[in-house]
């Protein structure tokens, strides 16, 4: 298995509180993912990071924001929790961005409840 | 942007019988198509994928087929065993610029013993 780590694995937060997810990957790989997964929805890109500072958004990127200060830890934040993001978060890493065949490896994910 | 559909969202069988989930896709540009299983509480892991240089790929039981001018794959699983019961994506991507796929919804696949 990939060495990703996310944390925590399962939260229950109230509306309007800010909301840390953390990815931490062993692997030294340079693009790193949030996904979020609903059902219906499939698997939606939040946000992603292709290096240290270097990111950009996804099909859903409202309502989040994300940091990369060292290679190995990707941070989601949520600013002000809504009950729309309940969801299922996932990271995943792949070791380069550009060209094909370059497999993504997904985190366990984080259970995340807006109450 | 790239567009992935995928059929069926549920697909029952029974043990020994085989399965397939198709998907097509938007973009003439894409030229990479991995298959993704998810088991219940768990994240998505790579089974299979194919390159557009190539029409088939095959591992034990599970097979994946691309017909780039219909612009269509799809996976092939026979023999079906119970712990095949699992949710399968499938995605596109090109090697244009970033490697960001695009997922299709999501097959759950549910093998009757």
């Known amino acids: 298995d990939a060495g990703i780590t996310q944390s925590p694995r399962h939260k229950v937060t109230e509306t309007g509180t800010p909301v840390t997810l953390r990815c931490h990957q062993t692997e030294n790989h340079r693009y790193m993912y949030w996904y979020r997964q609903d059902p219906g929805h499939g698997l939606r890109l939040i946000h992603y990071?292709?290096?240290?500072?270097?990111?950009d958004k996804g099909e859903v990127s409202d309502g989040y924001s994300v940091s990369r200060s060292k290679t190995e830890d990707f941070l989601l934040t949520l600013e002000s929790a809504t009950s729309s993001q309940t969801s299922v978060y996932f990271c995943a890493i792949s070791e380069t961005g550009s060209g094909s065949g370059n497999t993504i490896y997904f985190g366990e994910g984080s259970w995340l409840t807006v109450v | 942007g790239e567009n992935v559909e995928q059929h069926p969202s549920t697909l029952s069988v029974q043990e020994g019988d085989s399965a397939v989930i198709k998907c097509t896709y938007s973009?003439?540009?894409?030229?990479?198509f991995p298959w993704y299983k998810q088991e219940l509480g768990k994240g998505p892991q790579l089974i299979i994928d194919i390159r557009s240089n190539v029409g088939e790929k095959k591992d034990q039981r599970i097979a994946v087929t691309l017909n780039k001018t219909a612009k269509h794959f799809s996976l092939h699983i026979t023999e079906t065993q119970p712990e095949d019961s699992a949710v399968y994506f499938c995605?596109?991507?090109?090697?244009?610029?970033?490697?960001?796929?695009?997922f299709g919804r999501g097959t759950s696949l549910i093998v009757h013993p």
């Open positions: 990071s292709y290096g240290v500072k270097d990111t």
């Open positions: 973009d003439s540009a894409s030229n990479y």
């Open positions: 995605a596109a991507s090109s090697s244009g610029g970033s490697y960001i796929p695009t």
